[in-house]
């Protein structure tokens, strides 16, 4: 049974950083592709950051240079640093999980496992 976590979110004022934790259980996390989405109110969940079982990477033209993505395979929990936030990065945030990442990494369609999501709120 997979089961994904969320935690780290909360309401921090622009330019703030927050640190959003995705735990993982129930099948072998190394080896899968697990991203990060995000989804504002009114607006269509949105690929922000994906990292494939070998480290890679692929970002979201509006997070680059402010969020990374990371991952502890000891702890099977993947990590989401957010830098310089902005009230556009407002929504809730969901990590996904998928037995390898593809091209359309940012689709929601392609991933096979979702956490339940938690809420970022910046404001101005």
């Known amino acids: 049974h997979v089961q994904l976590v969320e935690s780290g979110g909360g309401s921090v004022q622009a330019g703030g950083s927050l640190r959003l934790s995705c735990a993982a259980s129930?099948?072998?996390?190394?080896?899968?592709?697990m991203g990060w989405f995000r989804q504002a109110p009114g607006k269509e969940r949105e690929g922000v950051v994906a990292?494939?079982?070998?480290?890679?990477?692929s970002y979201a033209d509006s997070v680059k240079g402010r969020f990374t993505i990371s991952k502890d395979n000891a702890k099977n929990t993947l990590y989401l640093q957010m830098n310089s936030l902005n009230p556009e990065d407002t929504g809730v945030y969901y990590c996904?999980?998928?037995?390898?990442?593809?091209?359309?990494?940012?689709?929601?369609?392609?991933?096979?496992?979702w956490g339940q999501g938690t809420q970022v709120t910046v404001s101005s």
């Open positions: 996904a999980a998928v037995i390898q990442c593809r091209a359309d990494w940012n689709e929601t369609g392609t991933y096979n496992y």
């Open positions: 129930g099948y072998t996390y190394s080896s899968y592709c």
């Open positions: 990292i494939d079982s070998d480290g890679s990477t």
